[in-house]
């Protein structure tokens, strides 16, 4: 009897000793471990019910599945990392926080580079769950346009009759409506949505924006979520013609996102944050501290 308690001790020692091995002391570690299992997550899974519809050829999914499959994701993602990184599992999101102060530019590039690298991962991940789907679905070749394409399941291109112009605007104006909504998510002065919810809300989101938004170029809003996926069909095999197709329309979802998150988020920040009323709790400080005053010097 003794002996095995001796055991169990040990047991639990060498256990203990494992954990405390592996665990992870810096914030700023575990933060970008979270985005980079957030960003990875989120690829795997939104364009995973973009490969349903597109290597079935619309009879396990279409738009409907996708637009709700990515819009899951995206909440999924965000249950499992907001409460260590916040889950942003997005640079335009991390650099509209950076922009007003909700967090500081030291941690930007570490989440950044975890988002990419979580996206680009998540792709290779996604092309191995669907490699032979993806080999007979074209007589084994990788195309970026024409019926039988499926770089589209990666990244986003933009439909035929689109200019850059349009191009552009469209993807400032989706990324602005989402980071007007992300702050307004997390504003304690106005109807924040109850702890716990906030991945059920964004995840809604995200699918209104889709469905609404969607046509142009399949409204990506996320820098991390298009390049990485982008960069590994060009080294997979669908060949550089991902970077020119739609007239070099790669960057303007890289680029597109930045600038709407910063208007998104000046916009909710000057338009609806500092209007809010003060706390009654505070107007009646202030009032008893009047009181005081008047009475000191009467």
Not at 153 to 159: D, G, K, R
Not at 188 to 203: F, H, M, Q, S, T
Not at 204 to 210: F, P
Not at 224 to 251: C, K, N, Q, Y
Request: with cysteine; net charge negative; glycine share 12%.
């Amino acid at each position: 009897m003794i002996r095995g308690c001796k055991i169990q001790d040990m047991d639990r020692k060498v256990e203990k000793t494992f954990k405390e091995k592996i665990i992870l002391k810096s914030s700023l570690a575990k933060e970008t471990v979270a985005e980079f299992l957030g960003t990875f997550m989120m690829v795997v899974l939104g364009c995973g019910s973009v490969a349903q519809a597109v290597l079935s050829r619309g009879t396990a999914g279409g738009t409907i599945t996708a637009n709700v499959g990515f819009a899951l994701a995206v909440g999924m993602a965000v249950y499992v990392t907001g409460g260590i990184s916040g889950g942003h599992i997005n640079p335009a999101v991390s650099f509209a926080m950076c922009l007003y102060g909700r967090m500081n530019w030291f941690r930007f590039p570490f989440y950044v580079g975890a988002q990419f690298l979580g996206a680009f991962l998540g792709a290779a991940t996604l092309f191995g769950i669907y490699y032979d789907a993806l080999q007979s679905f074209a007589d084994g070749k990788l195309l970026v346009t024409g019926e039988n394409a499926t770089a589209q399941i990666f990244a986003t291109y933009p439909i035929k009759y689109l200019t850059l112009p349009n191009e552009f605007a469209d993807q400032v104006l989706s990324s602005t409506f989402l980071l007007v909504v992300v702050f307004a998510i997390f504003d304690d002065k106005n109807w924040r949505v109850p702890r716990g919810l906030e991945p059920i809300v964004i995840g809604l989101l995200i699918l209104v924006l889709s469905s609404s938004l969607g046509l142009n170029s399949g409204c990506a809003m996320n820098p991390a979520r298009d390049l990485g996926p982008r960069i590994f069909t060009a080294l997979a095999g669908w060949g550089l013609e991902v970077f020119t197709a739609g007239s070099h329309f790669w960057w303007i979802p890289v680029v597109g996102p930045f600038l709407g998150g910063a208007l998104g988020g000046f916009i909710y920040i000057y338009g609806i944050e500092i209007h809010h009323a003060q706390p009654e709790s505070d107007e009646k400080t202030e009032q008893v501290e009047e009181k005081h005053e008047l009475s000191v010097i009467m």
